[in-house]
């Protein structure tokens, strides 16, 4: 697992990476490369659960990169890269616009309530043309915003507080939903929840982690959900692998839930499968893991 092993993870990652001798500058240099080609990259999409009702209600949309070397390189790796360079704004909008086709894909399937989330960098709310940039696609493929959650980390709301306030609520003022992800790693003041218009907060999955036992980070998420519920803000805990933990953060009045428990992150193909599977109609019983995915 390569998240939480710092900003510069790069060498963490090289047992993935094929090639150890992939150096940084190589690693841009391809990057440019595959970002001018546009066919290495894919968008992979995680399920998000609703456990009380055993349906999928929410979507992740995380990249892929398939470097034609050195295989499959995590997102912790290259976005970083990709955020110094400036080359994430093109990436971002390559997201965004593969997000909106599946929206549309979804939609034509008879999904069409289920949202999906996209992350972006903090670096995209400095510039101006962001409202821009998230209105094309969705105009391009006729997406009511608010099917689109836009994923921001808690560390952008701690730079410039006025500022990014006002970023936050025009952004919201197009319809289109915001979710804190990875919430709780930062010095999450909770005081901020009450400035920003944010929908829904993601609970780190590293709180999950320790799950095993009514610890600290069972009493930190159950602080979470009581004052998430207070600011009417929505909350999802990710990184949820067991059904112990279903069980817990069900007791702890958490019901939407991401991890591998119930699936990987799926290519587009498969995530049609796995939707039929879960959402048919009729289904009201617990969410089982549905073996394959
Ligand atoms: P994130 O947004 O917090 O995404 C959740 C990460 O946790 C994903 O890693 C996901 O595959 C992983 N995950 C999901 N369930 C589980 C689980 O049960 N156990 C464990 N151990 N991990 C789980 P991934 O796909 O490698 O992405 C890593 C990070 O890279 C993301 O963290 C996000 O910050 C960034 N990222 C991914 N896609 C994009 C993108 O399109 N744009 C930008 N700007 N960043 C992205
Ligand atoms: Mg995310
Ligand atoms: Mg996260
Ligand atoms: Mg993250």
Not at 94 to 122: D, T
Not at 246 to 271: D, H, T, W
């Amino acid at each position: 697992q390569v998240k939480g092993q710092g900003k510069n993870g790069y060498t963490a990652f090289q047992p993935h990476m094929h090639t150890a001798n992939l150096d940084r500058l190589s690693v841009e240099n391809d990057l440019r490369k595959a970002v001018k080609e546009g066919n290495q990259f894919e968008l992979h999409f995680q399920p998000q659960i609703d456990a009380d009702l055993g349906k999928v209600v929410g979507l992740e949309a995380l990249i892929r990169w398939n470097h034609p070397r050195a295989g499959m390189i995590s997102p912790d790796v290259f976005i970083p890269i990709a955020e110094e360079t400036g080359l994430i704004i093109a990436i971002s909008d390559w997201v965004l616009r593969e997000a909106c086709a599946q929206l549309a894909h979804l939609k034509q399937h008879g999904f069409g309530e289920i949202r999906l989330g996209v992350n972006l960098s903090p670096r995209e709310f400095d510039r101006v043309d962001l409202l821009e940039r998230i209105r094309i696609p969705l105009d391009e493929f006729r997406i009511a915003p608010e099917s689109l959650e836009i994923e921001i980390t808690e560390s952008l709301l701690m730079k410039d507080v006025e500022n990014i306030v006002a970023r936050v609520k025009r952004l919201r003022s197009t319809g289109v939903h915001i979710s804190i992800d990875d919430f709780g790693t930062r010095y999450s003041s909770l005081n901020y929840l009450r400035r920003f218009s944010v929908n829904r907060i993601k609970i780190d999955q590293s709180f999950v982690r320790d799950l095993r036992t009514p610890h600290d980070s069972f009493a930190i998420i159950q602080a979470i959900v009581g004052i998430a519920r207070n600011f009417n803000l929505h909350v999802i805990v990710e990184g949820v692998e067991t059904e112990q933990q279903v069980a817990i953060l069900k007791q702890l009045g958490c019901n939407e839930m991401q991890g591998y428990f119930f699936s990987r992150p799926l290519p587009s193909a498969k995530l049609m499968d796995f939707l039929k599977l879960a959402n048919r109609s009729g289904s009201g019983e617990s969410f089982a893991p549905r073996p394959g995915f």
